[in-house]
């Protein structure tokens, strides 16, 4: 495996030094309290109940996680595969949320390429 880092973990890393230089009181903590909302609660949502009111509530927390003034609306998933569907925003997301190490970010990365749906990572 690569010792490089995936686009996931880079965007990570980014959106960590921005909440660095944005943010005053606790950045760390404030990022991963958002972090774990956006991927071990957000993402799963949407992995099972692919709605009008999740896709919302995914886009609601990026704002936040990403340090936007507003909310940019994603579009309604188009679930190609299923299983890649529920292994991307289930297991991956939750694992990512939990477990941010490089491997991890690079089997998220795998598994959204797995889903076929280019406007979901």
Same mark, same amino acid.
């Given at each position: #495996? %690569?010792?490089?880092?995936?686009? $996931?973990?880079? /965007?990570?890393?980014? /959106? @960590?030094?921005?909440? %660095?230089?944005?943010? /005053?009181?606790?950045?760390?903590?404030?990022?991963? $309290?958002?972090? *774990?909302?956006?991927?071990?609660?957000? &993402?799963?949502?949407?992995?099972?109940?692919?709605?009008?009111? !999740?896709? =919302? *509530? &995914?886009?609601?927390?990026?704002?936040?996680?990403?340090?936007?003034?507003? @909310?940019?609306?994603s579009p309604m998933p188009v679930v190609?595969?299923? %299983?890649?569907?529920?292994?991307?925003?289930?297991?991956?997301?939750? $694992? @990512?949320? *939990?477990?941010? =190490?490089?491997?991890? *970010?690079?089997?998220?990365? /795998?598994? !959204?390429? +797995? #889903?076929? +749906?280019?406007?979901?990572?």
């Amino acid at each position: #495996m %690569s010792d490089r880092p995936t686009g $996931a973990f880079r /965007r990570y890393q980014k /959106r @960590i030094n921005a909440w %660095s230089t944005r943010t /005053r009181v606790l950045p760390k903590v404030r990022h991963d $309290a958002w972090w *774990f909302l956006h991927n071990a609660v957000s &993402h799963p949502l949407l992995g099972l109940w692919p709605s009008q009111k !999740a896709v =919302w *509530f &995914h886009d609601w927390t990026s704002q936040h996680l990403n340090l936007r003034r507003r @909310i940019l609306h994603s579009p309604m998933p188009v679930v190609r595969v299923p %299983s890649a569907w529920l292994k991307h925003n289930v297991l991956a997301h939750a $694992a @990512i949320a *939990f477990f941010p =190490w490089r491997p991890v *970010f690079a089997w998220h990365d /795998r598994t !959204a390429a +797995e #889903m076929q +749906e280019a406007n979901w990572v």
